[in-house]
């Protein structure tokens, strides 16, 4: 399984250290050693969405979407879907 390092051996934070900002984003963590996964959510069913995600003491390794590797960090997410954010413990 893809990401099973955060889905199935990670620990869950919801939002704890996870700074968003976005109209009808939501963002939520899960921790392993000195990775951290945020899934990013547009929960707007019609628009695509601007973000930003930071955490305190990570740097932003690579981002991922079903189906797409290849991905953006930054650019605007589109409407009800997912994106997974991996940072790196500085």
């Given at each position: 399984m893809?990401?099973?390092?955060f ?20 963002a ?16 707007h ?5 601007n ?8 740097k ?31």
């Amino acid at each position: 399984m893809q990401n099973a390092i955060f889905f199935r051996r990670g620990t869950f934070i919801d939002e704890e250290g996870i700074d968003v900002k976005g109209d009808d984003i939501l963002a939520k963590g899960f921790i392993n050693g000195n990775k951290l996964g945020v899934v990013v959510w547009n929960q707007h069913v019609t628009e695509s969405k601007n973000y930003s995600v930071s955490v305190a003491g990570y740097k932003l390794e690579s981002a991922e979407e079903p189906g797409n590797k290849d991905v953006n960090a930054s650019s605007p997410l589109n409407p009800n879907s997912l994106r997974l954010l991996v940072y790196v413990k500085n």
